[in-house]
């Protein structure tokens, strides 16, 4: 995540009233203590993101964007709720302070957290990183998604955050109804797909905390240190199966970098990245399960359903309240994402990944 403290320009991040923010905090943070300064952060598509700085301490400000949302999009009270309830989890997350749903506010609901100082790294080759370093963070990006899977969601509280049963069903037909409500275009692949995928439903396995969006652009790294510091963007967080919410953080095997920040086509050994078959294989080891025979099922849905987020992304852009303004570039990503899930969706054997 990068900082950027260009006035905003639509309005989807139109900034908050500074005097009314700054009285809000007041009364709500402990400890908060004025004056303060904001600065918008860019790079993202969904939630406007602020740092709010203060004599004494730094904190982030995430809110919801303005204009007409789709149903249960922009959750930024989940998010607020399944971060306070991971504290102390091993799960590592910003500490959260305060969350206003009063629309005098801010016109919107937005919480308010710690800042934890890192690093965000959008290139999964990691450039600048030595063959150990980069070593160490994919082992630890794999220790967190693990620990996070292992959890009993009723041990920290969230035995209600979502429906037991029948996950893949919801997704399908939830992931299904997103994009009809945001089509801009004909996309035959996509109509392959919501054809293909309820008639392919693997088996239930157990129910588990999901984070939704589990990628290295969304984890916080040490400043100086190859490790997690935080797990960030929770608000497509739910109650699922872990092993969908895993192939979704895999995709980055089967995605080329230039389509959207993959690893397809690296060469592995030589970046000290470790590939497929041998980060799965760890994520199954530290989980305790064996290899899903639904696995290229699971590959072709998150691939589906990365595309109708991203169809999402097109039709804020169409109408003028996509919170990023190359929202239109990534958006047009879902026809080809589409296509490459289709493929894989027509490829599908159950086999044992790359």
Request: aromatic fraction near 10%; hydrophobic fraction near 45%.
């Amino acid at each position: 995540m990068t900082e950027d403290s260009r006035p905003a320009q639509n309005a989807a991040t139109d900034p908050p009233d500074p005097a009314r923010l700054e009285r809000w905090l007041a009364a709500h943070v402990p400890g908060f203590a004025g004056p303060m300064t904001l600065t918008r952060f860019s790079g993202g598509q969904s939630n406007p993101t602020w740092r709010v700085d203060t004599p004494e301490r730094a904190y982030v400000l995430r809110a919801k964007p303005r204009g007409a949302l789709l149903p249960s999009a922009h959750a930024v009270d989940r998010e607020f709720r399944v971060m306070g309830a991971l504290a102390g989890s091993g799960v590592p997350v910003p500490e959260m302070r305060a969350l206003c749903e009063d629309p005098e506010v801010m016109g919107r609901t937005f919480f308010v957290m710690e800042h934890v100082p890192g690093r965000i790294f959008f290139d999964q080759r990691l450039p600048d990183m030595s063959r150990e370093e980069r070593a160490a963070i994919f082992d630890d990006m794999n220790r967190v998604i693990a620990r996070l899977h292992s959890l009993r969601p009723a041990d920290v509280g969230l035995d209600d955050f979502g429906k037991h049963g029948a996950y893949m069903a919801r997704q399908v037909a939830r992931w299904t109804k997103q994009y009809r409500a945001s089509e801009t275009a004909p996309n035959p692949a996509m109509e392959n797909l919501i054809a293909w995928l309820p008639e392919h439903l693997p088996d239930e396995r157990k129910v588990g905390i999901i984070h939704g969006d589990f990628r290295l652009d969304n984890l916080m790294i040490h400043p100086t240190e190859p490790r997690i510091v935080a797990v960030l963007d929770w608000e497509l967080s739910t109650l699922g199966d872990p092993m969908a919410d895993f192939a979704y953080h895999a995709l980055s095997w089967r995605v080329s970098p230039d389509l959207f920040r993959g690893l397809a086509g690296v060469d592995f050994a030589a970046l000290g990245i470790p590939d497929e078959r041998a980060y799965v294989a760890r994520y199954l080891e530290r989980t305790g399960q064996d290899w899903p025979e639904a696995w290229e099922f699971y590959l072709a849905f998150s691939l589906f359903r990365i595309a109708a987020i991203l169809q999402g992304i097109a039709k804020r852009a169409e109408a003028g309240t996509a919170a990023d303004p190359r929202a239109a570039e990534t958006g047009a990503l879902a026809v080809p994402l589409s296509e490459l899930a289709w493929d894989l969706a027509r490829r599908a054997g159950g086999g044992r990944g790359a």
